[in-house]
């Protein structure tokens, strides 16, 4: 019985940091996330929104525009333009 407990004392929390580091490292490396944010970036994401099973909305910054975007697991498909301060569809 005292091995029993010494197993369980040593092997439940190597259990629990084993889980707590794999759902850090999914969140991380999550498709379409952002890891950290630099400022030095040509392409910003201001806005990103899950809407379903594997798809998101998401409002990219480049070139003084901004891109209004659909990401499914599939490809990325352009929804809308802003260059004057609303959406114009594409």
């Known amino acids: 019985m005292l091995d029993y407990l010494l197993r ?3 092997l439940l929390p190597l259990v629990g ?3 707590w580091g ?3 490292l ?10 950290a944010p630099t400022r030095d970036q040509l392409i910003r994401i201001a ?9 998101k909305l998401a409002v990219l910054e480049f070139g003084g ?3 209004l975007v659909a990401i499914t697991r599939t490809g990325v498909t ?4 802003d260059d004057r301060g609303e959406f114009d569809a594409p």
Not at 26 to 35: A, C, E, F, H
Not at 47 to 55: F, S
């Open 8 to 10: 369980l004392a040593l």
């Open 65 to 67: 525009k901004q891109l």
């Open 78 to 81: 352009s929804l809308a333009i």
């Open 22 to 24: 794999s759902l850090w």
């Open 26 to 35: 999914w969140k991380r490396l999550q498709i379409g996330m952002p890891v």
């Open 47 to 55: 806005e990103l929104r899950p809407i379903g099973a594997g798809t």
């Open 17 to 19: 940091a084993l889980a």
